[in-house]
T-cell receptor, first 111, second 109 residues
Framework: EAQVTQNPRYLITVTGKKLTVTCSQNMNHEYMSWYRQDPGLGLRQIYYSMNVEVTDKGDVPEGYKVSRKEKRNFPLILESPSPNQTSLYFC??????????FGPGTRLTVT | RKEVEQDPGPFNVPEGATVAFNCTYSNSASQSFFWYRQDCRKEPKLLMSVYSSGNEDGRFTAQLNRASQYISLLIRDSKLSDSATYLCVVLDAGNMLTFGGGTRLMVKP
């Protein structure tokens, strides 16, 4: 089944404790992206990747890192999480210039 | 000014009603347009792409007006299961997606 998977789906952590949210897609898509969604603010892009070893900042990259060592994986790294990073995170993938397919989301709470 | 604007709603309609959502975008160089559906706390899912000539998929009709930079979605014979948030999405030439804030629809029995 063609899909985008994210892990973990739910995470509660404390300020400053490094964490990684994994994202994997099995559709051989070149393009991958991370978004956060907050009430009243909609979906905002954090980082995106056009292909392996090519990443770029989105609208809200501060406090996040990403890497794209393999085509199928695009992990999101929070080196020192803070409470303002409490949010719902979505990973997405697509072929170039096409609609994106989203993962199921990761709900992160930073206390 | 937001790049993609939608009326947030909520639109409260009875079952069987016809409801229309509108969306405006500011980037005249936008290439592709989509409507996504998002249920509460779930991921957005593609509802339909929007083509210049307009397109229909069952009870759903999408229209694009490039001159006015305007996209619409019409839902006929609303079902309870249509209750969701509908996101207008615009893709630019650099493969960047911009999302509208979404329009919430609530279909009542």
């Amino acid at each position: 089944e063609a899909q985008v998977t994210q892990n973990p789906r739910y995470l509660i952590t404390v300020t400053g404790k490094k964490l990684t949210v994994t994202c994997s897609q099995n559709m051989n898509h070149e393009y991958m992206s991370w978004y956060r969604q907050d009430p009243g603010l909609g979906l905002r892009q954090i980082y995106y990747s056009m292909n392996v070893e090519v990443t770029d900042k989105g609208d809200v990259p501060e406090g996040y890192k990403v890497s794209r060592k393999e085509k199928r994986n695009f992990p999101l790294i929070l080196e020192s999480p803070s409470p303002n990073q409490t949010s719902l995170y979505f990973c997405a993938s697509s072929p170039p210039a096409r609609e994106q397919y989203f993962g199921p989301g990761t709900r992160l709470t930073v206390t | 000014r937001k790049e993609v604007e939608q009326d947030p709603g909520p639109f409260n309609v009875p079952e069987g009603a016809t409801v229309a959502f509108n969306c405006t975008y500011s980037n005249s160089a936008s290439q592709s347009f989509f409507w996504y559906r998002q249920d509460c706390r779930k991921e957005p899912k593609l509802l339909m792409s929007v083509y210049s000539s307009g397109n229909e998929d069952g009870r759903f009709t999408a229209q694009l007006n490039r001159a006015s930079q305007y996209i619409s979605l019409l839902i006929r014979d609303s079902k309870l299961s249509d209750s969701a948030t509908y996101l207008c999405v615009v893709l630019d030439a650099g493969n960047m997606l911009t999302f509208g804030g979404g329009t919430r629809l609530m279909v009542k029995p």
